[in-house]
Protein backbone atom coordinates (compact mmCIF):
# COMPACT_ATOMS: atom_id res chain seq x y z
CA UNK A 1 0.00 0.00 0.00
CA UNK A 2 2.49 2.34 0.80
CA UNK A 3 4.76 1.68 -2.45
CA UNK A 4 1.71 1.79 -4.07
CA UNK A 5 1.11 5.56 -2.85
CA UNK A 6 4.73 6.98 -3.54
CA UNK A 7 4.31 5.51 -6.84
CA UNK A 8 1.00 7.51 -7.43
CA UNK A 9 2.29 10.67 -5.61
CA UNK A 10 5.36 10.59 -7.11
CA UNK A 11 4.50 12.11 -10.56
CA UNK A 12 2.46 15.10 -9.69
CA UNK A 13 5.45 16.52 -7.01
CA UNK A 14 7.96 16.48 -10.08
CA UNK A 15 5.01 18.24 -11.55
CA UNK A 16 4.51 20.45 -9.29
CA UNK A 17 8.32 21.12 -9.00
CA UNK A 18 9.63 21.61 -12.32
CA UNK A 19 6.79 22.51 -14.63
CA UNK A 20 4.51 25.21 -12.31
CA UNK A 21 7.01 25.77 -9.62
CA UNK A 22 4.61 24.98 -6.48
CA UNK A 23 6.95 23.87 -4.31
CA UNK A 24 11.44 24.24 -4.06
CA UNK A 25 12.11 20.31 -3.61
CA UNK A 26 10.22 17.13 -3.83
CA UNK A 27 9.43 15.72 -0.69
CA UNK A 28 9.19 12.14 -2.01
CA UNK A 29 13.22 12.63 -3.51
CA UNK A 30 15.04 9.99 -1.51
CA UNK A 31 12.10 8.10 -0.65
CA UNK A 32 12.71 4.32 -1.32
CA UNK A 33 9.64 1.36 0.13
CA UNK A 34 11.08 -2.01 -0.74
CA UNK A 35 8.16 -4.15 -1.74
CA UNK A 36 7.08 -7.57 0.39
CA UNK A 37 8.33 -10.25 -0.95
CA UNK A 38 5.32 -12.66 -1.35
CA UNK A 39 5.09 -16.66 -1.83
CA UNK A 40 2.07 -15.68 -4.08
CA UNK A 41 -0.88 -18.27 -3.89
CA UNK A 42 0.19 -21.74 -2.04
CA UNK A 43 1.05 -24.53 -3.98
CA UNK A 44 -1.37 -27.48 -3.87
CA UNK A 45 -0.13 -30.32 -1.98
CA UNK A 46 -0.50 -33.83 -3.48
CA UNK A 47 -2.66 -35.05 -0.78
CA UNK A 48 -4.99 -31.81 -1.85
CA UNK A 49 -4.53 -33.08 -5.18
CA UNK A 50 -5.58 -37.05 -4.44
CA UNK A 51 -8.69 -35.39 -1.97
CA UNK A 52 -9.76 -33.34 -5.68
CA UNK A 53 -9.70 -36.08 -7.99
CA UNK A 54 -11.19 -38.68 -4.89
CA UNK A 55 -14.11 -36.49 -5.11
CA UNK A 56 -14.40 -35.14 -8.98
CA UNK A 57 -13.98 -38.25 -10.67
CA UNK A 58 -13.35 -38.45 -14.28
CA UNK A 59 -16.38 -37.58 -16.59
CA UNK A 60 -16.39 -34.83 -14.03
CA UNK A 61 -15.74 -31.36 -15.41
CA UNK A 62 -13.85 -30.24 -12.36
CA UNK A 63 -11.29 -33.17 -12.22
CA UNK A 64 -11.06 -32.34 -16.39
CA UNK A 65 -10.00 -28.62 -15.17
CA UNK A 66 -8.12 -29.76 -12.61
CA UNK A 67 -5.77 -32.34 -15.26
CA UNK A 68 -5.87 -29.41 -17.82
CA UNK A 69 -3.72 -26.88 -15.71
CA UNK A 70 -2.03 -29.48 -13.27
CA UNK A 71 -0.36 -31.62 -16.48
CA UNK A 72 0.33 -28.63 -18.48
CA UNK A 73 1.61 -26.13 -15.34
CA UNK A 74 -0.94 -23.56 -17.39
CA UNK A 75 -1.44 -20.18 -16.22
CA UNK A 76 -5.84 -19.95 -15.67
CA UNK A 77 -6.17 -17.91 -18.57
CA UNK A 78 -4.71 -20.75 -20.92
CA UNK A 79 -6.23 -23.24 -19.32
CA UNK A 80 -9.37 -21.56 -20.41
CA UNK A 81 -9.17 -21.26 -23.54
CA UNK A 82 -7.14 -24.51 -25.02
CA UNK A 83 -9.51 -26.76 -27.19
CA UNK A 84 -9.18 -29.51 -29.63
CA UNK A 85 -7.66 -27.52 -32.03
CA UNK A 86 -4.66 -27.26 -29.82
CA UNK A 87 -4.11 -31.13 -30.17
CA UNK A 88 -2.05 -31.73 -32.89
CA UNK A 89 -0.47 -35.70 -33.27
CA UNK A 90 -0.66 -36.35 -29.26
CA UNK A 91 1.10 -32.89 -28.49
CA UNK A 92 -0.89 -30.00 -27.44
CA UNK A 93 0.41 -26.87 -29.05
CA UNK A 94 -0.95 -23.21 -28.17
CA UNK A 95 0.90 -19.81 -27.98
CA UNK A 96 0.58 -18.38 -24.47
CA UNK A 97 -2.04 -15.79 -23.64
CA UNK A 98 0.39 -13.70 -21.47
CA UNK A 99 2.34 -11.18 -23.57
CA UNK A 100 0.98 -12.79 -26.86
CA UNK A 101 1.00 -9.50 -28.52
CA UNK A 102 4.64 -8.43 -27.56
CA UNK A 103 6.48 -11.67 -26.59
CA UNK A 104 4.48 -14.52 -27.70
CA UNK A 105 5.92 -17.77 -26.39
CA UNK A 106 4.64 -21.10 -28.03
CA UNK A 107 4.19 -24.07 -25.74
CA UNK A 108 4.48 -27.66 -27.14
CA UNK A 109 3.92 -31.01 -25.05
CA UNK A 110 3.17 -34.01 -25.40
CA UNK A 111 -0.42 -34.91 -23.78
CA UNK A 112 0.21 -36.94 -20.72
CA UNK A 113 -2.41 -40.08 -19.83
CA UNK A 114 -3.98 -38.52 -17.17
CA UNK A 115 -5.45 -35.12 -19.17
CA UNK A 116 -6.14 -37.23 -22.51
CA UNK A 117 -8.37 -39.43 -20.16
CA UNK A 118 -9.74 -36.69 -18.32
CA UNK A 119 -10.51 -34.81 -21.91
CA UNK A 120 -12.13 -38.27 -23.11
CA UNK A 121 -14.35 -38.39 -20.34
CA UNK A 122 -15.69 -34.86 -20.65
CA UNK A 123 -16.41 -33.80 -23.83
CA UNK A 124 -16.88 -30.60 -24.73
CA UNK A 125 -19.55 -29.33 -26.91
CA UNK A 126 -19.13 -30.52 -30.88
CA UNK A 127 -18.70 -26.54 -31.58
CA UNK A 128 -17.34 -25.55 -28.83
CA UNK A 129 -13.05 -23.70 -29.29
CA UNK A 130 -12.22 -24.98 -25.40
CA UNK A 131 -12.11 -28.30 -23.26
CA UNK A 132 -13.77 -26.51 -20.54
CA UNK A 133 -17.32 -24.75 -21.19
CA UNK A 134 -20.15 -22.87 -18.24
CA UNK A 135 -23.09 -23.95 -17.78
CA UNK A 136 -24.60 -22.63 -21.21
CA UNK A 137 -22.30 -23.97 -23.59
CA UNK A 138 -19.58 -20.91 -23.51
CA UNK A 139 -16.44 -20.32 -22.60
CA UNK A 140 -15.38 -19.75 -19.30
CA UNK A 141 -14.39 -15.85 -18.48
CA UNK A 142 -11.52 -15.65 -15.91
CA UNK A 143 -13.05 -14.53 -13.19
CA UNK A 144 -15.89 -16.61 -13.83
CA UNK A 145 -13.58 -20.33 -13.97
CA UNK A 146 -12.13 -18.69 -10.78
CA UNK A 147 -15.49 -18.51 -8.64
CA UNK A 148 -16.70 -21.83 -10.18
CA UNK A 149 -13.43 -24.02 -9.68
CA UNK A 150 -13.05 -22.27 -6.06
CA UNK A 151 -16.53 -24.03 -5.35
CA UNK A 152 -15.65 -27.31 -6.74
CA UNK A 153 -12.65 -27.10 -4.83
CA UNK A 154 -14.58 -26.32 -1.58
CA UNK A 155 -16.69 -28.99 -1.94
CA UNK A 156 -14.09 -31.78 -2.44
CA UNK A 157 -13.44 -30.34 1.32
CA UNK A 158 -10.22 -28.21 0.68
CA UNK A 159 -9.43 -24.66 1.64
CA UNK A 160 -9.95 -21.64 0.29
CA UNK A 161 -6.23 -21.10 -0.75
CA UNK A 162 -6.69 -23.94 -3.33
CA UNK A 163 -6.92 -21.65 -6.21
CA UNK A 164 -6.75 -22.46 -9.98
CA UNK A 165 -3.02 -20.91 -9.98
CA UNK A 166 -2.01 -23.14 -7.19
CA UNK A 167 -1.99 -25.89 -9.43
CA UNK A 168 0.43 -24.25 -12.11
CA UNK A 169 2.70 -23.94 -9.01
CA UNK A 170 1.92 -27.53 -8.06
CA UNK A 171 2.50 -28.65 -11.87
CA UNK A 172 6.19 -27.16 -11.52
CA UNK A 173 6.60 -28.96 -8.41
CA UNK A 174 6.01 -31.96 -9.48
CA UNK A 175 8.41 -32.00 -12.29
CA UNK A 176 10.97 -30.83 -10.07
CA UNK A 177 10.57 -33.45 -7.99
CA UNK A 178 10.34 -36.26 -11.04
CA UNK A 179 13.80 -35.28 -11.73
CA UNK A 180 12.79 -32.67 -14.75
CA UNK A 181 15.73 -29.74 -15.35
CA UNK A 182 14.67 -26.00 -14.73
CA UNK A 183 14.89 -26.09 -18.81
CA UNK A 184 12.38 -28.93 -18.97
CA UNK A 185 10.06 -27.28 -16.68
CA UNK A 186 10.05 -24.10 -18.63
CA UNK A 187 9.48 -25.90 -21.87
CA UNK A 188 6.32 -27.22 -20.48
CA UNK A 189 5.24 -24.16 -18.34
CA UNK A 190 6.31 -21.66 -20.68
CA UNK A 191 8.35 -19.52 -18.21
CA UNK A 192 10.78 -17.16 -20.19
CA UNK A 193 13.77 -17.25 -17.02
CA UNK A 194 15.01 -19.36 -14.89
CA UNK A 195 14.64 -17.45 -11.70
CA UNK A 196 10.65 -17.82 -12.25
CA UNK A 197 10.68 -21.67 -12.10
CA UNK A 198 13.12 -21.28 -9.17
CA UNK A 199 10.25 -19.29 -7.55
CA UNK A 200 6.89 -21.89 -8.86
CA UNK A 201 9.47 -24.79 -7.64
CA UNK A 202 9.77 -23.36 -3.82
CA UNK A 203 7.39 -25.87 -2.34
CA UNK A 204 9.18 -29.15 -3.46
CA UNK A 205 9.64 -32.13 -1.29
CA UNK A 206 13.33 -31.47 0.14
CA UNK A 207 13.46 -34.68 2.14
CA UNK A 208 12.59 -36.69 -0.84
CA UNK A 209 15.12 -34.81 -3.10
CA UNK A 210 17.69 -34.76 -0.56
CA UNK A 211 17.44 -38.21 -0.21
CA UNK A 212 17.60 -39.05 -4.37
CA UNK A 213 20.84 -36.39 -4.17
CA UNK A 214 23.02 -38.37 -1.58
CA UNK A 215 22.12 -41.62 -3.25
CA UNK A 216 23.31 -39.89 -6.80
CA UNK A 217 26.05 -39.20 -5.37
CA UNK A 218 26.93 -42.73 -3.31
CA UNK A 219 26.26 -44.42 -6.87
CA UNK A 220 28.81 -42.30 -8.56
CA UNK A 221 31.05 -43.06 -6.25
CA UNK A 222 30.20 -46.18 -5.53
CA UNK A 223 29.45 -45.85 -1.69
CA UNK A 224 26.56 -47.56 0.22
CA UNK A 225 24.31 -44.24 1.84
CA UNK A 226 24.40 -44.85 5.72
CA UNK A 227 20.19 -44.83 5.65
CA UNK A 228 20.26 -47.62 3.11
CA UNK A 229 23.10 -49.54 4.92
CA UNK A 230 21.08 -49.52 8.03
CA UNK A 231 18.51 -51.44 6.63
CA UNK A 232 20.40 -54.15 5.32
Not at 34 to 62: C, M, V
Amino acid sequence: MKRTRLLAIRPFMKWAVESVHLIGTDPTDGIKVKAKESGGHATWTDEQIAQFRSYHPLGNKARLALELILAVAARRGDGISLGHQHLKDGWLVFTQEKNRRRKPRKVETPVPALLAAAIAACPSPPESLTFLTNEWGRPFGKKSFNDWFRKRAAAAGLPETCVPHGLRKAGCRIMAESDCTAHEIMSVSGHSSLKEVQRYTNDFDRKRLAARAQAKVAAANNVVPLAVAAER
